[in-house]
T-cell receptor, first 111, second 113 residues
Framework: GQSLEQPSEVTAVEGAIVQINCTYQ??????LSWYQQHDGGAPTFLSY????GLEETGRFSSFLSRSDSYGYLLLQELQMKDSASYFC????????????FGKGTKLSVIP | AAGVIQSPRHLIKEKRETATLKCYPI?????VYWYQQGPGQDPQFLIS???????DKGSIPDRFSAQQFSDYHSELNMSSLELGDSALYFC????????????FGSGTRLTVV
């Protein structure tokens, strides 16, 4: 089976930088994705890592270390609208992109 | 750009009733996934279809069934509804290009009373 661990809550100040960590244990691994979800809304794709290293997309970056079964999402220049839940999710096989999600991290951005 | 369309947006059913949720994937996306998200929970994979054939099965109860039709839309049929089935049901579609093109619909909120 698959299990993912991420912090349940994080609070950060507007304009700051926050890092959300994710560790995983899976029977197979193809890649790690990050999704943002506002209350009652749909998960929205943010970033994806299949190989070790850093992927940067605007204010969001994601990092993966396959040897450590670890990744993180970095959010820079935080804005109030970034207050949401952030999920890491693994895909375990090429061609089968079903996602197994972590429990989610609720980010609160304060003025 | 066209997105994944789900209907209805909200649905209220009584225990032991049936419900049908519909999903219209992004045009030219060949794979559809269904997820269930309980209150305060993470989305749980239920089932997926590739080119109208079931491709993977997750934690879908035997009371639920799904299919994908020739026009690629998919339906999730839920019978003998229980209070615990109350959740957000998301459909997602992809084109086989991996997670980059993986797009979720806005979901159907099912409430069982």
């Amino acid at each position: 089976g698959q299990s993912l661990e991420q912090p349940s809550e994080v609070t950060a100040v507007e304009g700051a930088i926050v890092q959300i960590n994710c560790t995983y244990q899976t029977s197979g691994f193809y890649g790690l994705s990050w999704y943002q979800q506002h209350d009652g809304g749909a998960p929205t794709f943010l970033s994806y890592n299949a190989l070790d290293g850093l992927e940067e997309t605007g204010r969001f970056s994601s990092f993966l270390s396959r040897s450590d079964s670890y990744g993180y999402l970095l959010l820079q220049e935080l804005q109030m609208k970034d207050s949401a839940s952030y999920f890491c999710a693994v895909t375990v096989g090429a061609g089968s992109y079903q996602l197994t999600f972590g429990k989610g991290t609720k980010l609160s951005v304060i003025p | 750009a066209a997105g994944v369309i789900q209907s209805p947006r909200h649905l209220i059913k009584e225990k032991r009733e049936t419900a049908t949720l519909k999903c219209y994937p992004i045009p030219r996306h060949d794979t559809v996934y269904w997820y269930q998200q309980g209150p305060g929970q993470d989305p749980q994979f239920l089932i997926s279809f590739y080119e109208k054939m079931q491709s993977d099965k997750g934690s879908i109860p035997d009371r639920f069934s799904a299919q994908q039709f020739s026009d690629y839309h998919s339906e999730l049929n839920m019978s003998s509804l229980e209070l615990g089935d109350s959740a957000l049901y998301f459909c997602a579609s992809s084109s086989g290009t991996g997670p980059y093109g993986y797009t979720f619909g806005s979901g159907t909120r099912l409430t069982v009373v």
